[in-house]
């Protein structure tokens, strides 16, 4: 309510949403038996869609934060500024110069943010990544990942060693999917112009995005290959 107030929402709008947010309450779903009633001291509340904006909202002091000392971050070309933080969602990128200062961000996070917001930085969900061929020591409460480990960022594997050998293996779900709707819209598809349409817009964009990041290797376009020109020949047998 305070980030409302200084953001210049109106007395109304923030007083509809403290009404919104005052003395909620709460049940578990436990194998079909509720529990009683629990107070929801924070959070927002799902489903509501409104949520998401003031989830975003929520985090404007943050990101101020983290974006203050232009020298923390990484500068990826003379011309541009520091590249400090990335934000999608509910998930939080901190980019550090060095192992130093990003326990500097984390620490400013942890003692002013999170304070301040009631936020808590969740060890388990929360690992630092060194861009660095050598092993670095853990240290505090967070995970510090060796150069052979590897973390997901929004879907995507990063990491530095991260062994590429064994594509295929890393297109696994897609592949599954890819597979299930081929198998689905087989029996559908009654033309050969219509299964193109299907592999273009339904099929293909399955692969788009972690493909964007990851190299595929030649022996997964070629099963692809086989496949689509099976489906659209109407003879694709799984």
């Known amino acids: ?130 861009i660095s061929r050598e092993a670095v020591p853990s240290s505090g409460p967070f995970e510090v990942l060796q150069p052979h480990q590897a973390t997901k960022v929004l879907g995507i594997p990063m990491g530095v060693n991260v062994i590429m050998s064994n594509q295929i293996d890393r297109f696994a779900p897609e592949m599954t999917k890819i597979t299930n709707r081929l198998i689905r819209w087989n029996k559908r598809g009654r033309t050969n112009m219509g299964r193109v349409t299907i592999v273009r817009t339904m099929i293909q964009s399955i692969l788009t995005y972690k493909a964007s990041t990851i190299p595929i290797d030649h022996r997964l376009f070629s099963t692809l290959e086989r496949a689509f020109c099976q489906f659209i020949n109407q003879t694709f047998d799984p």
């Open 1 to 130: 309510l305070r980030v409302l107030q200084k953001l210049g929402f109106g007395p109304r709008f923030i007083n509809q949403i403290r009404t919104i947010y005052s003395k909620r309450k709460f049940q578990v779903n436990l194998n079909g038996t509720l529990s009683g009633l629990h107070d929801a001291r924070s959070g927002v509340i799902q489903g509501d869609p409104l949520s998401c904006f003031l989830f975003a909202i929520h985090l404007i002091p943050m990101m101020a934060l983290l974006e203050k000392p232009k020298t923390l971050g990484i500068q990826l070309k003379p011309e541009w500024e520091h590249e400090i933080s990335s934000l999608f969602a509910d998930d939080t990128t901190i980019i550090g110069g060095d192992l130093q200062k990003a326990k500097i961000l984390f620490d400013k996070v942890d003692s002013i943010f999170c304070k301040g917001s009631g936020a808590v930085l969740h060890p388990g969900k929360t690992v630092i990544l060194p």
